[in-house]
């Protein structure tokens, strides 16, 4: 495994973490049927934030992402984002989901829809932008994710990691505080791996707040400003990630990374 | 260095297939000789082909056009020395009557204008890319103006079912302003539907005496043919779509209420034989009804055939929506999209182009399952034609008449799947 994502020089000078606090998760508890699926998770992410989180298959880090924007319900705790806190509440739940972004493993780009309608479906329709400038939106974002060229095309006859990337551009395009990501680059070929890690560090120095799923440890170590490393459903342990690469704490977190790292 | 070791220099260009794999020749070869077996097969095939055409093609160009009865046409064709011959007689005295039924002939012009509008109100919906948006409000109005040119009457009366939708959308915006979206809803279709079943009579009456615009009523019972076929149809066909759309969805609601309805619905009907139901709407359905009133037996018909089509739809349509990955829905889901907005913009068209093959194959199913109100005494072509073989002139007629229907219904059925095919490669939107 690659220990750097990209081979140039990160700009961190706008990679500042603020002190607001832009998602607080308090004494979460979740179950999936009776498997006690996250448990007892306490987590304040400020603004600006950059954290990966890590750990083996099945341990819910995918899981713990996917309450925050309410695609699955947590039984237990709090969840406040932005301010408004996550309930049953329908309203509440459409605004946080219009706040957040979102990229998937699989991309699940709309296949009926050009790349172009994809990203100006939700912006239209839900943030009532007029069509042109929700367009106009959408090319800037396109020309950011370096594809404006395709915006015609329909995402079947694009690349995975273009298509990856048109799923980077629709979240953008609803102007979200802040970016979830489950593994996005784990269905890509290693050849295209590195095109969506350069969209997501480039993001990073623009100073999004972002949480990542992810196995790619080397941007980790190049973009995040913390690690955490879940197992069975818990926080075992986080990081900064020189610390936590260097010289982690729990036995948990070394047969982890001796495991990963380790070829 | 090792002899195994290799470098490619240069690239290479890519070249024109050689000429043996391309062209008719090879496609000859490929398609109808490969083998012994396939030779053996291909000639076979192609002299059972020529024996059918050397039976049909005499019996089909059989001079009998002018025949006036069956002895009649028997008399043309041994006179003819073509001993054998279809008797067209039948189609050329009776294709009017087969295609209106008895519809008052001075009064033809009204379903051949229906069903050229028909057309032209399809058109946006079919060929939405080759004809104008602009349309599609004809499309919208075309269903309160069909049925008044088939059965006349005032005019008032189609326009008074077109108010019972504005009634209904001025509650459910006033309504849900007021109490809130569900109540709304409710309050929206309880209001259309008092004025259709209750108000709109005195209305129409009201109206109809102050200003008396329409044009001459036909009844019912003097409907027939492929004309009655084809209203049947394109009534079922068109009515079940939407239909069937709510009723999948229903069936996938978290709503315990909603979901059970659906379901039962859904099974109860398509547990049901279609002529079970055909029986209902023509003899028990009356008995229920308050005495004296006048329920038209089309109407009827119309109703179930719906229902029925519907339910089939229904599950058509949820096998659409059981096709797409779940990431579809969570992405809508993710993008802020609610339930509807993501259900129109995201899901149905998907789910919908999935289900095109099962959705055709419905739709073409009931536009053949019409004819089955032959039974309940409704004189479709079917009906039509035994009223004609009962005829003494046409008495013991059977492959013309029969021939005859069979391929009308073959035209439009073979159409609706050639349009299938069409609209298939027009969504294609490259593998997913």
Known sequence: MSQLAVDREIDRSKMKVSDEVAIEIIGMNKWFGSFHVLRDINLTVNRGERIVIAGPSGSGKSTLIRCINALEEHQEGKIIVEGTELSSDLKNIDKIRSEVGMVFQHFNLFPHLTVLENCTLAPIWVRKTPRKEAEERAMHFLEKVKIPEQANKYPGQLSGGQQQRVAIARSLCMMPKIMLFDEPTSALDPEMIKEVLDTMIELAEEGMTMLCVTHEMGFARQVANRVIFMDAGQIVEQNEPEEFFNNPQSDRTKLFLSQILGH | ?432
């Open chain 2, 1 to 432: 260095m090792s002899d195994k070791a290799y470098v490619r220099t240069e690239m290479l260009e890519p070249r024109d297939p050689p000429p043996s794999s391309v062209g008719p020749i090879h496609w000859i070869r490929e398609n109808l000789f490969a083998t012994w077996f396939d030779a053996i097969l291909t000639i076979l095939s192609a002299a059972a082909i020529i024996g059918l055409l050397i039976e049909v093609v005499p019996w089909l160009l059989s001079p009998t056009w002018g025949g006036t009865s069956l002895d009649n046409c028997r008399k043309i064709l041994a006179a003819a020395n073509h001993d054998g011959g279809a008797c067209w007689g039948v189609i050329s005295e009776r294709w009017l009557q087969m295609l209106f039924g008895f519809y008052p002939a001075e009064l033809y012009w009204r379903p051949i204008a229906a069903f050229v509008l028909l057309g032209v109100a399809l058109a946006p919906v079919l060929f939405s890319d080759k004809v104008p948006g602009k349309l599609l409000y004809f499309t919208a109005a075309y269903p309160f103006f069909f049925p008044w040119l088939l059965w006349g009457g005032t005019i008032w009366g189609p326009l008074a079912a077109a108010a019972g939708f504005f009634i209904g959308y001025g509650v459910y915006v006033v309504a849900s302003r007021m109490v809130g979206n569900l109540t709304g809803v409710i309050a929206g279709i309880l209001a259309a539907i008092i004025w259709w079943l209750v108000l709109s009579g005195y209305a129409v009456d009201a109206l109809a005496g102050i200003a008396p615009i329409g044009i001459e009523p036909v009844e019912s019972r003097k409907f027939g043919g492929f004309m009655l076929s084809i209203t049947i149809g394109v009534v079922a066909i068109g009515a079940s779509l939407p239909l069937g759309i709510v009723l999948a969805l229903g069936r996938q609601s978290d709503l315990m209420i909603v979901k059970y309805l659906s379901v039962w619905f859904i099974e109860f009907i398509r547990g049901v034989p279609l002529i079970t139901l055909l029986f209902v709407a023509s003899t028990l359905l009356n008995i229920f009804m308050p005495p004296g009133t006048d329920f038209d037996i089309i109407l009827r018909v119309l109703i179930m055939v719906t229902l029925f089509a519907s339910a089939y739809m229904a599950e058509v349509i949820r096998g659409g929506l059981a096709a797409l990955p779940k990431g579809q829905y969570e992405a809508a889901d993710a993008l802020g999209l609610d339930y509807w907005k993501a259900q129109r913009l995201v899901i149905m068209p998907q789910a919908l182009k999935i289900s095109i093959p099962g959705i055709v194959s419905t739709f073409i199913g009931v536009f053949k399952d019409t004819t089955l109100v032959s039974i309940i005494g409704l004189l479709d072509p079917l009906g039509l034609s035994n009223a004609i073989r009962a005829d003494s002139a046409w008495n013991g007629i059977v492959w013309e008449l029969y021939g005859f229907i069979a391929l009308i219904f073959f035209v439009f059925t073979f159409s609706m799947s050639r349009y299938s095919m069409y609209l298939e490669r027009k969504l294609h939107t490259g593998h997913r």
